[in-house]
């Protein structure tokens, strides 16, 4: 994907909270230092994570159940590689789009999180390296 992210859209992404249902759950906040991130991968010995989901490719909402089935095909598609992954959920604190479950992905790159959310057809992805703070990304 080469496109643009359409301004609407990108000031709603950055606005999102992104949850992780760890244990105890954590939010992610684009462009803030997220402590409890950098607990997480120093715990897990990794130095970078990526948050996607399968839900609604590039904003065109889809049913739960077309939704449900490409989550679950992602998921499938980390634990085939040998991924791990914390589920979770992005939900905008103020619109009426609806939360779109998602994974944390511990130690995938940045070109390999770039690679998996064009896959899975989204407009964007949050990424993080060793400073914890999570960033708004576009796959290619």
């Keep these: 994907m080469t496109s643009q992210l359409p301004a609407e859209l990108f000031q709603a992404f950055t606005e999102t909270d992104y949850i992780v249902h ?20 120093a715990e897990r010995k990794v130095l970078c994570a990526a948050f996607i989901t399968a839900w609604n490719p590039f904003a065109q909402q889809l049913s739960d159940t077309e939704n449900e089935a490409r989550q679950q095909t992602l998921k ?13 959920i992005g939900q905008h604190p103020g619109n009426n789009w609806p939360g779109e479950p998602s994974v944390l ?3 995938m790159g940045r070109e390999a999180a770039k690679a998996l959310a064009g896959q899975y057809e989204q407009w964007a992805f949050v990424w993080a390296d060793q400073t914890a703070v999570p960033a708004l990304m576009q796959p290619d």
């Design 22 to 41: 760890h244990e105890p759950p954590f939010t992610m906040n684009i462009g803030v230092f997220c402590p409890d991130l950098e607990k997480l991968m």
């Design 76 to 88: 499938d598609n980390l634990t085939q590689r040998g991924l791990a992954f914390i589920d979770g």
């Design 105 to 107: 992905i511990l130690d």
